[in-house]
């Protein structure tokens, strides 16, 4: 009988092991396939702006601050993990990209993971792509340089902070030149590091050691207007303001690898359209503005 009891007691502990274990799978599963509730694809009004604290404009999370500090790489979001040069790329989609259902939508090497690439494709017809796959996870395989997509089969490409990772930017630009209807659009981001358009002077990588071939400069709007896009640098006004007043005191200082006094200095205000008012800057951290702008390239229609 103590053997019997012995045996019993281990067997309810083992069970009870086993259901706590699968219980924290399941939960862990649940929340990696939980979809990402995205705000809705319309402009920001001035009354969707919290008055204070951070607010992230894809999820319409809303807290005392982002985890990290000011800087294009941080100020994560702890719902949606976003962080500020996301939130201005997709603040700049709300903006500027009239919704449509039947929306056809490239994004190159999407750095956030599947809740939002499956919210992206509940709303749209939505494509990921990626070259390497070694830092993003996507859809399909594409090669920029040789996309396997039909002429004018696109209504918008977003692609961020890839095209300075790519040796031939021209091949880059006609590819998605081609596969744009008439009429598309494509926001592209990459760091605005300087004025002038130009190889690192050493050799440099990102985070997922991905080589870098072009630190670009407020030149490449002239480089995407010879590729024959109607193109439209996209900042905040902060920045603006301060290209009009040669303003290069930033409070959160000057990063190394930006060259903002001289982008500062030489940027023309006239190239400038201001798509962030101070408001949605500070509650979505868009910190040191500098930091934060966007290429809209349209194809023209005719």
């Not at 092991?17 to 402009?43: T, Y």
């Not at 259902?101 to 999407?110: F, G, I, K, Q, V």
């Not at 594409?142 to 031939?168: K, Q």
């Given at each position: 009988m103590p053997d019997?009891?012995?045996?019993?007691?281990?067997?309810?502990?083992?069970?009870?092991?086993?259901?706590?274990?699968?219980?924290?799978?399941?939960?862990?599963?649940?929340?990696?396939?939980?979809?990402?509730?995205?705000?809705?694809?319309?402009?920001?009004?001035?009354?969707?702006?919290?008055?204070?604290?951070?607010?992230?404009?894809?999820?319409?999370?809303?807290?005392?601050?982002?985890?990290?500090?000011?800087?294009?790489?941080?100020?994560?979001?702890?719902?949606?993990?976003?962080?500020?040069?996301?939130?201005?790329?997709?603040?700049?989609?709300?903006?500027?990209?009239?919704?449509?259902?039947?929306?056809?939508?490239?994004?190159?090497?999407?750095?956030?993971?599947?809740?939002?690439?499956?919210?992206?494709?509940?709303?749209?017809?939505?494509?990921?792509?990626?070259?390497?796959?070694?830092?993003?996870?996507?859809?399909?395989?594409?090669?920029?340089?040789?996309?396997?997509?039909?002429?004018?089969?696109?209504?918008?490409?977003?692609?961020?902070?890839?095209?300075?990772?790519?040796?031939?930017t021209g091949a880059v630009l006609s590819e998605l030149y081609r596969v744009l209807r008439p009429g598309g659009r494509m926001l592209i981001q990459v760091p605005l590091t300087q004025p002038v358009t130009a190889p690192p002077p050493e050799p440099e990588f990102h985070g997922d050691k991905t080589p870098v071939f072009w630190r670009f400069g407020l030149d490449f709007t002239q480089r995407l207007c010879k590729e024959g896009f109607a193109t439209t640098l996209l900042v905040t006004q902060d920045f603006r303001r301060r290209v009009v007043e040669r303003d290069t005191t930033w409070p959160e200082g000057i990063s190394g690898e930006f060259d903002a006094v001289a982008m500062v200095n030489s940027a023309d205000p006239a190239d400038l359209t201001v798509v962030a008012d101070d408001a949605v800057a500070a509650r979505g951290w868009l910190r040191p503005s500098y930091m934060h702008s966007v290429w809209e390239c349209v194809k023209p229609s005719g």
């Open positions: 019997a009891a012995v045996a019993r007691r281990r067997t309810v502990h083992y069970l009870r092991r086993a259901r706590a274990i699968l219980r924290s799978k399941l939960r862990g599963r649940v929340r990696w396939e939980r979809p990402l509730r995205l705000r809705p694809w319309q402009p920001v009004s001035s009354g969707d702006v919290p008055e204070r604290g951070a607010w992230c404009v894809l999820c319409d999370w809303r807290g005392e601050r982002f985890e990290g500090g000011f800087h294009s790489e941080s100020a994560a979001c702890p719902r949606c993990q976003s962080v500020a040069r996301d939130r201005f790329l997709y603040f700049c989609m709300f903006q500027r990209v009239p919704y449509r259902r039947d929306l056809r939508m490239l994004e190159t090497s999407p750095r956030l993971g599947r809740g939002y690439r499956s919210a992206m494709a509940r709303r749209v017809h939505y494509l990921a792509s990626d070259y390497d796959e070694r830092a993003h996870k996507a859809d399909i395989k594409l090669d920029l340089t040789r996309m396997a997509l039909p002429d004018a089969s696109l209504d918008l490409v977003l692609t961020a902070h890839v095209l300075e990772h790519v040796p031939d």
